[in-house]
């Protein structure tokens, strides 16, 4: 079994930075994918980033060039990095593990961005 905590999201002003932070804990293997989706109110479940253990990354077209993703192995843990936020950029922002073909998911941060 596999828990994921996130941490990091609150309130921030359009053109601000804020720096979510998720770390798993159970049974991790060494090959495995964490990222990041939101969810806006009204509105699907979206991807944001992808990090693949050994550092590949893949982003939404959206965030591209203002989010970053990265992980730290050693701690399982995995952040994301949102400067130059936009009020689109409002949402709740889901953690994710995915290994051996099971996806797992953190209980959601609600990131606010304020114009």
């Known amino acids: 079994q596999v828990q994921l905590v996130e941490s990091g999201g609150g309130l921030v002003q359009a053109g601000g930075s804020l720096r979510l932070s998720c770390a798993a804990s159970g049974s991790i293997f060494s090959i495995n994918v964490m990222g990041w989706y939101r969810q806006a109110p009204g509105k699907q479940r979206e991807l944001v980033a992808l990090?693949?253990?050994?550092?590949?990354?893949n982003y939404a077209d959206s965030v591209k060039g203002r989010f970053t993703i990265s992980r730290d192995n050693a701690k399982n843990t995995v952040y994301l990095q949102m400067n130059s936020v936009k009020s689109e950029d409002t949402a709740v922002y889901y953690c994710t593990l995915s290994q051996r073909g099971l996806d797992y998911w953190g209980q959601g941060t609600q990131v606010t961005v304020s114009s």
């Open positions: 990090i693949i253990s050994r550092g590949t990354t």
